[in-house]
């Protein structure tokens, strides 16, 4: 019996380059000083010299942040578009950045630049003031207190010079909580490009590099440093609602990590047999949201009983979007995504939203212990994940008998056709030779093919037998016995020709004749499903008002 490898090993033999990478990140860019009651206190009365710190005082702020922000679109003759309710901002930005990838240089660049600025109420962390009443004069006084609303943010979506397309959002309500929004597989095109390395895009990864270790030292230079370079940069850029004298009293903002996903994309050679491979590992791997699984993946000890019980949901989901499958591994607040890139690439991912799950603060300077946690979280996967077999090298067998065949010369061999039924005859027929040492002429092939076809050995040519045996040649099922006209049986031939012929004749004949059965026995339980099947679909349809 063949024991199953790992999906490491079995991807071995076939990944023609891999890229580890950062991904996207949602960075918070947030005010320490400002995220509590009393440090909006200090800032307003020390600070800003108000005798009181009250809700009132944060209007003007934002009246000045929105006219500076709408000041700097029209400037700019920037686009503001309001989002509406589950609209999808990614579309809309890939429309922006296409048109201006079109008006880029000869280098195909796209100039340092704000792409349009969008709009959206969303629910965000707020500061009110109450009334509270000393219990000992009865005076009352205004006192902060945390609160959420719905509150404009805008959206800035822009290309960076070094980084690629980039967002910025901004929260219009006190104390102005933003986002920066990257991706590490855009930052690595970027600065590729730019270094003069080619390579063919996918997606948000690469379908093809001229030297992919190039390519991979760019990634593992995509450091915190950087990142904060470009937050400081784009802030120094943009509106922001706080003043010079604000910044220089230290009311600066810093960065925190909110979701960090880490990618590991390994393009394989065989694009076709990668979806059966993916398909083949999903059956072979439903367990490995079990605890026992997830804390090999994540190094990380799971308990289940006890007074310390592990939070979090631990369980494996199989999901499709249109015809492509995905795995999906929760651990906590974690999650690793496993599928297939279209049609091309292994794509693995671990997404962090809650470092804590780690025991790791949420500042950027941890960014690189976390991106350890995460790259070998995809390594270890591929460790973990078990498979029966190769099916690359079954869908390149497949290929390999039924596509038609050029040789050198130009000469077109037309494939096996696996339902036709001379291909069928051909199969069992030659599945007669496997014990003849000295092998099989023409003619022998002729006796034995001609009853299958309900024909006469006498009422086929030898040109016609000549033809069967060009084809099974080409395919690797039989090779000629040198200085003869004698053929021999290979050891792959005769493996594929009985298993293709017992294929045919007792699964797929069979199956197809219960389902076309129009008074089925009993014994026919396909049809009987099939029939389940098509009247669960009618009834679904009836009650949703679909059917005809």
């Known amino acids: 019996m063949t024991l199953p490898r790992t999906v490491a090993d079995v991807l071995s033999d076939h990944v023609v380059f891999e890229i580890e990478s950062i991904d996207r990140m949602y960075l918070n860019l947030y005010q320490p000083r400002l995220q509590h009651g009393g440090g909006i206190a200090a800032f307003f009365i020390g600070h800003r010299g108000h005798r009181f710190a009250s809700s009132a005082l944060m209007a003007p702020m934002t009246e000045t942040f929105v006219a500076n922000l709408h000041h700097y679109i029209a400037a700019h003759g920037l686009d503001l578009v309001h989002f509406r309710k589950g609209q999808r901002k990614d579309d809309l930005t890939q429309q922006y950045l296409a048109a201006a990838t079109e008006a880029a240089g000869p280098d195909g660049l796209v100039p340092e630049q704000v792409l349009y600025v969008g709009r959206a109420q969303e629910k965000n962390a707020v500061f009110r003031t109450i009334k509270r009443t000393n219990p000992v004069t009865g005076a009352t006084f205004p006192w902060l207190v945390r609160d959420t609303a719905m509150v404009n943010h805008f959206y800035l979506y822009a290309v960076d010079d070094d980084f690629g397309p980039i967002c910025v959002k901004f929260s219009t309500y006190f104390p102005y909580t933003g986002r920066l929004i990257i991706n590490g597989n855009e930052y690595a095109k970027r600065q590729a490009a730019k270094a003069g390395i080619g390579f063919t895009s996918l997606d948000n990864a690469f379908a093809a590099i001229d030297d992919p270790a190039a390519v991979q030292r760019i990634c593992d230079g995509l450091t915190a440093e950087k990142i904060e370079a470009l937050a400081a940069k784009w802030l120094a850029r943009l509106p922001h609602p706080f003043t010079a004298e604000d910044i220089d009293a230290g009311y600066t903002y ?80 974690s999650t690793i995504k496993q599928y297939f890139k279209q049609g091309r690439a292994l794509r693995t991912e ?13 500042g950027l300077s941890h960014l690189p212990a976390l991106a350890q946690i995460g790259f070998t979280a995809n390594r270890r996967l591929l460790d973990v994940q078990r498979i029966s077999h190769d099916p690359a090298d079954g869908a390149a067998a497949l290929t390999a008998i039924t596509v038609p065949i050029t040789t050198a010369t130009g000469t077109r061999i037309a494939g096996l056709r696996l339902l036709d039924h001379r291909v069928q005859a051909l199969l069992t027929a030659i599945c007669v030779f496997r014990l003849l040492p000295h092998g099989f002429t023409n003619r022998d092939l002729r006796h034995h093919l001609a009853p299958l076809l309900g024909r006469h050995p006498e009422d086929m040519t030898s040109g016609q037998i000549g033809y069967d045996l060009r084809r099974l040649r080409a395919h690797g099922l039989i090779t000629k016995i040198p200085h003869t006209h004698r053929y021999l049986l290979t050891p792959d031939g005769h493996r594929h020709a009985r298993f293709l012929t017992r294929l045919t004749q007792r699964f797929l004949i069979p199956g197809l004749a219960q389902l076309n059965d129009p008074d089925p026995p009993p014994t026919a339980r396909l049809r009987a499903a099939a029939h389940a099947y098509d009247t669960a679909i009618d009834d679904l349809a009836q009650q949703a008002g679909l059917a005809a």
């Open 350 to 362: 671990t997404t962090i939203n809650d470092t804590s799950d780690f025991a790791l603060p949420k």
């Open 254 to 333: 810093r960065l925190s990590m909110l979701q960090t996903e880490f990618s590991l994309t390994q393009m394989l050679d065989r694009p076709l047999s990668g979806r059966i491979f993916f398909e083949q590992m999903i059956r072979d791997n439903l367990d490995l949201g079990r605890p026992d699984k997830v804390s090999l993946i994540f190094d990380r000890k799971i308990l289940r009983k006890g007074k310390n019980v592990t939070p979090g949901r631990f369980r494996t989901r199989v999901l499709t979007e249109g015809v492509d499958p995905s795995v999906h591994i929760d651990y906590k607040n």
